[in-house]
């Protein structure tokens, strides 16, 4: 079975090929092995318009060159374009164009025509394909569902599981689902400063009467949404997710975009809850947006250094994994390897090796750490986190990518830290600008020519890096020993 990116393109690319030999939605079917009705809906999800229509218009369009450029008749042109008369071509042609060929032969008027399609390598995703975002009005609708408390750190993969969960034990109870074979997901903003968000796996429903006991419900109000729309041939998985998530974030950045998203208050999945006989599933992600306001737009804050202090730590036991040069192939930088990380779990892996709140261990506890020693003019870098001091590494297991752990201890110290503020690209090269900064408020660090080893590092706070704010914009923390 062909990827959903690999299918579309091949399909694109057979219709422009059959223009003038002869391409419908049988052949097309037949030669990738799908029913006729699944190819039709799945190039509806994709792009918006129906199969048939966008093969005759470009048949139609192609036609144009011979039409205009040629002395043929137009008799000769319909049957070279696969139509059994003329009249047929001229009245699908005078449907399209608003003018019959003659005419348009005779009078030289501009017509639009509809250029061929195209798929971008920014829109696939493992095992998948991405299109949007889409500005729409999404109306009222009912859903009845169970409710978790998801951590914000272990959002993609909790709600991954809640969902798996929720479609194998709840599937069978008698709910009158409007569909069937429709799930959808509510995520939403908790009340207070919480580490946590609302998650709701559901189903669409007419009214809230027979409610089974245990079951929670949410009302969707009428709202001007952003849609997002995915086709996946296996089931949604970590690593597309937030590859989904990357590119939502990539709408977030476009200043030249009129509209801000408020996925943080309320974003919502729909998808197919199974597989269709040819293996593929339809998604659907979409969140309210609220237009940009002259006052929002004057009360952007810029990009840059907010703040810098003062701050003690006690004796830490940092537990991570060295990164190695040839890691860093073609452009990776360090939020792709946090990204891994956090997607593979290995994060996960080193918390659990302590029962203490790392959030009440000291301001910050709960970050992720790039660390960085400087020796003798030499580079070394590690991903991890600080636990307790006495904190052991993680077992080995028979995944390599879970092995190879280390720890660095450090005694109680004073940091210098820099924070800086704005988009998600922008903050992780500010190390040079934050040590000058430092300096120039007094702070001193500790200099390579006077310590056997220098370290600093990145501090990746969950609730101010990873959530961004209205503007698409987080905080990320530099950090000095002095």
Same mark, same amino acid.
């Given at each position: 079975?062909?990827?959903?990116?690999?299918?579309?393109?091949?399909?694109?690319?057979?219709?422009?090929?059959?223009?003038?030999?002869?391409? =419908?939605?049988?052949?097309?079917?037949?030669?990738?092995?799908?029913?006729e009705?699944?190819?039709? &809906?799945?190039?509806?999800?994709?792009?918006?318009?129906?199969?048939?229509?966008?093969? &005759?218009?470009?048949?139609?369009?192609? /036609?144009l060159?011979?039409? @205009?450029?040629?002395?043929?008749?137009?008799?000769?042109?319909?049957?070279?374009?696969?139509?059994?008369? $003329?009249?047929?071509?001229? /009245?699908?042609?005078?449907?399209?164009?608003?003018?019959?060929?003659?005419?348009?032969?005779?009078?030289?008027?501009?017509?639009k025509?509809?250029?061929?399609?195209?798929?971008? =390598?920014?829109?696939?995703?493992?095992?998948?394909?991405?299109?949007?975002?889409?500005?729409?009005?999404?109306?009222?609708?009912?859903?009845?569902?169970?409710?978790?408390n998801i951590?914000?750190?272990?959002?993609?993969?909790?709600?991954?599981?809640?969902?798996?969960?929720?479609?194998?034990?709840? *599937?069978?109870?008698?709910?009158?689902?409007?569909?069937?074979?429709?799930?959808?997901?509510?995520?939403?903003?908790?009340?207070?400063?919480?580490?946590?968000?609302?998650?709701?796996?559901?189903?669409?429903?007419k009214?809230f009467?027979?409610?089974?006991?245990?079951?929670?419900?949410?009302?969707? #109000?009428?709202?001007?949404?952003?849609?997002?729309?995915?086709?996946? /041939?296996?089931?949604?998985?970590? +690593?597309?997710?937030?590859?989904?998530?990357?590119?939502?974030?990539?709408?977030?950045?476009?200043? #030249?975009?009129?509209?801000f998203?408020?996925?943080?208050?309320?974003?919502?999945d729909? +998808?197919?809850?199974?597989?269709?006989? $040819?293996?593929y &599933?339809?998604?659907?992600?979409?969140?309210?947006?609220? !237009?940009?306001?002259?006052?929002?737009?004057?009360?952007?804050?810029?990009?840059?250094i907010?703040?810098?202090?003062?701050?003690?730590?006690?004796? *830490?036991?940092?537990?991570?994994?060295?990164? @190695?040069?040839?890691?860093?192939?073609?452009?990776?930088?360090?939020?792709?390897?946090?990204?891994?990380?956090?997607?593979?779990?290995?994060f996960?892996?080193?918390?659990?090796?302590?029962?203490?709140?790392?959030?009440?261990?000291?301001?910050?506890?709960?970050?992720?750490? +790039?660390?960085? !020693?400087?020796?003798?003019?030499?580079?070394?870098?590690?991903?991890?986190?600080?636990?307790?001091?006495?904190?052991?590494?993680? #077992?080995?297991?028979?995944?390599?990518?879970? $092995?190879? +752990? #280390?720890?660095?201890?450090?005694?109680?110290?004073?940091?210098?830290?820099?924070?800086?503020?704005?988009?998600?690209?922008?903050?992780?090269?500010?190390?040079?600008?934050?040590?000058?900064?430092?300096?120039?408020?007094?702070?001193? @660090?500790?200099?390579?020519?006077?310590?056997?080893?220098?370290? /600093?590092?990145?501090?990746?706070?969950?609730?101010?890096?990873?959530?961004?704010?209205?503007?698409?914009?987080?905080?990320?923390?530099?950090?000095?020993?002095?």
């Amino acid at each position: 079975m062909l990827r959903p990116y690999d299918l579309l393109e091949n399909v694109l690319i057979d219709i422009e090929k059959g223009i003038k030999t002869g391409i =419908n939605t049988t052949i097309l079917a037949k030669k990738y092995k799908l029913s006729e009705r699944h190819l039709r &809906r799945l190039f509806q999800f994709a792009f918006n318009q129906p199969i048939t229509g966008y093969i &005759r218009s470009r048949i139609l369009a192609a /036609s144009l060159e011979d039409l @205009l450029k040629s002395n043929l008749n137009i008799l000769d042109i319909a049957i070279d374009y696969g139509f059994d008369y $003329e009249q047929s071509y001229i /009245s699908t042609f005078k449907r399209e164009f608003g003018i019959t060929p003659g005419d348009l032969r005779k009078k030289g008027h501009i017509v639009k025509i509809k250029p061929p399609l195209n798929l971008f =390598n920014a829109q696939k995703i493992p095992d998948g394909i991405i299109f949007g975002p889409e500005i729409v009005i999404i109306p009222k609708f009912l859903v009845i569902g169970k409710q978790f408390n998801i951590r914000f750190r272990d959002a993609i993969g909790s709600v991954i599981k809640k969902t798996e969960f929720f479609i194998c034990h709840e *599937l069978s109870k008698k709910i009158n689902r409007i569909n069937n074979n429709i799930g959808i997901n509510i995520n939403r903003k908790a009340e207070g400063d919480v580490d946590y968000s609302l998650f709701m796996p559901s189903f669409q429903v007419k009214d809230f009467s027979n409610m089974p006991d245990g079951f929670d419900c949410f009302t969707f #109000e009428t709202s001007i949404c952003a849609r997002f729309r995915y086709i996946i /041939s296996n089931d949604f998985s970590m +690593y597309a997710a937030d590859k989904m998530y990357k590119a939502i974030d990539d709408f977030m950045d476009n200043n #030249e975009q009129q509209y801000f998203l408020e996925r943080k208050r309320l974003n919502i999945d729909k +998808y197919e809850l199974f597989p269709n006989a $040819e293996g593929y &599933r339809l998604w659907e992600w979409f969140a309210p947006v609220a !237009k940009k306001t002259p006052e929002i737009i004057a009360g952007k804050k810029p990009s840059g250094i907010t703040k810098v202090y003062k701050q003690e730590i006690p004796a *830490l036991c940092f537990i991570g994994k060295k990164i @190695l040069e040839q890691e860093y192939e073609g452009d990776k930088n360090v939020l792709d390897f946090v990204d891994i990380w956090r997607l593979d779990g290995r994060f996960d892996k080193i918390e659990k090796q302590s029962c203490e709140n790392l959030k009440t261990f000291y301001k910050g506890g709960d970050a992720y750490i +790039y660390l960085t !020693k400087m020796n003798d003019g030499l580079i070394q870098r590690w991903l991890g986190i600080f636990m307790p001091k006495g904190t052991s590494v993680p #077992e080995p297991s028979s995944d390599s990518s879970q $092995e190879g +752990y #280390e720890t660095i201890d450090f005694p109680k110290s004073v940091i210098g830290v820099c924070q800086v503020y704005g988009k998600r690209h922008e903050i992780i090269k500010y190390d040079t600008d934050c040590q000058r900064k430092l300096i120039e408020e007094g702070f001193a @660090l500790k200099d390579e020519k006077y310590a056997r080893e220098m370290y /600093s590092f990145m501090r990746f706070n969950w609730h101010r890096f990873f959530e961004e704010d209205m503007y698409g914009k987080r905080i990320l923390e530099y950090c000095y020993f002095l």
